[in-house]
T-cell receptor, first 114, second 114 residues
C-alpha cells in the first residue's frame, strides 16, 4: 500500500520568502506529525494533529511556522519569511489508533534557504 | 522531560563484524522504545520496537532488549553487511493525554566496508 508522501522533495528559496510543504499520510491514519531534521539539532518534534485539530503545537520554533490539516488527511506546513536557520529536512509521519506510538515516516522535504 | 542518548558515530566495521550501538533514555512515564534506520537518500524506517520491560524487538537480524533497570535499549547485530550502512536513531514515545510524540537520539552513522 501507499506510504506517507511529501512534496516537494526539495525546495530552494530565498530568505524572506514563504514556503508551503505538503504531507499526505497513510490512508486511515488519524494522527499526523511534523518533525524537523537539521544538522546539530537532530530530529525535533514540531506539531501533532489528531484529525483536523492540533492539540500539541509545542515544537513550532516561532510564530513564522504554522500548519493545518484538512479533511483529516492532507497537511500543509507553512513557513513565513524564511530564514537561513530554517534550512533542514522536514519530515512528516502518521500513525493509526490505537497503535499510535508507531509512526510511519515520509521521505521528507529538503528545504534550503539562501 | 524525555531524552535519548546514543553513542556518537561514525561506527566503522568490516563486513560480518558484530555491531552494538548503545542507547539510554530518561522518560517521565512508561515509554515505548524504537530503533529507526535511515538509509542514504531515503526516509526514516521503523526497524524494531519494544513496548514493555524485558521485551526484545527484532528485525532483519537486528535485536534490542528493553532494559528498565538500566534504562537502555542497545541495538545489536551478529554479522553486519555492507547494505546495513545507514544512520540509526534510537527513540522513545510516552502516551500522554491520549497521544504520543517521538523523542529521538541524535543518530549514529554506521559504515560497513567489504
Amino acid at each position: 500500500g501507499a506510504g506517507v508522501s511529501q512534496s516537494p522533495s526539495n525546495k530552494v528559496t530565498e530568505k524572506g520568502k514563504d514556503v508551503e510543504l505538503r504531507c499526505d499520510p497513510i490512508s486511515g491514519h488519524t494522527a499526523l506529525y511534523w518533525y524537523r531534521q537539521s544538522l546539530g539539532q537532530g530530529l525535533e518534534f514540531l506539531i501533532y494533529f489528531q484529525g483536523n485539530s492540533a492539540p500539541d503545537k509545542s515544537g513550532l520554533p516561532s510564530d513564522r511556522f504554522s500548519a493545518e490539516r484538512t479533511g483529516g488527511s492532507v497537511s500543509t506546513l507553512t513557513i513565513q519569511r524564511t530564514q537561513q536557520e530554517d534550512s533542514a529536512v522536514y519530515l512528516c509521519a502518521s500513525s493509526f489508533l490505537p497503535r499510535i506510538e508507531t509512526q510511519y515516516f515520509g521521505p521528507g522535504t529538503r528545504l534550503l534557504v539562501l | 522531560g524525555n531524552s535519548v542518548t546514543q553513542m556518537e558515530g561514525p561506527v566503522t566495521l568490516s563486513e560480518e563484524a558484530f555491531l552494538t550501538i548503545n542507547c539510554t533514555y530518561t522518560a517521565t512515564g512508561y515509554p515505548s522504545l524504537f530503533w529507526y534506520v535511515q538509509y542514504p537518500g531515503e526516509g526514516l524506517q521503523l526497524l524494531l520496537k519494544a513496548t514493555k520491560a524485558d521485551d526484545k524487538g527484532s528485525n532483519k537480524g537486528f535485536e534490542a532488549t528493553y532494559r528498565k533497570e538500566t534504562t537502555s535499549f542497545h541495538l545489536e547485530k551478529g554479522s553486519v553487511q555492507v547494505s546495513d550502512s545507514a544512520v540509526y536513531f534510537c527513540a522513545l514515545s510516552v502516551l500522554n493525554s491520549g497521544y504520543s510524540t517521538l523523542t529521538f537520539g541524535k543518530g549514529t552513522m554506521l559504515l560497513v566496508s567489504p
